[in-house]
């Protein structure tokens, strides 16, 4: 699995000190990992695959495609509402609301307005 994880890391184009931060691990617990000093714990095998997309089977045995496909467009909606419904974060919970609430002329001046907020950065 160590030799998986490196090609994965290398596949993504990230060092590992990217990928350490990304699934919220040391870069020397990476390095452990990758070198096989230090077996992989399910929890960091859960947040590889659910960040990067990556099929568990492919990590833990070798077999199958190393990403699994993207969620739709509503399995991801469904994934962030419910992530938002558990926080505590009441301007994104009224932010949505106040945009589900506007007409169809609002919501595209709205759409444009953050596609070229995006454009932006």
Request: charged share 30%; glycine share 4%; with cysteine.
């Amino acid at each position: 699995m160590n030799e998986r994880l490196k090609l994965l890391r290398k596949a993504l184009k990230l060092n590992q000190l990217e990928f350490a931060e990304k699934i919220q691990i040391g870069r020397s617990t990476l390095a452990g990992y990758e070198n096989g000093l230090t077996n992989i714990t399910d929890r960091s095998i859960r947040d590889i695959c659910r960040v990067f997309y990556v099929n568990e089977d492919w990590l833990r045995t070798g077999e199958g495609n190393m990403f699994r496909a993207r969620n739709t467009t509503n399995e991801e909606l469904a994934l962030q509402v419910g992530k938002l419904l558990k926080t505590d974060d009441e301007f994104t919970k009224n932010l949505f609301l106040e945009y589900l609430k506007l007409p169809p002329e609002m919501k595209t001046l709205f759409e444009d307005f953050v596609h070229n907020l995006a454009k932006s950065k």
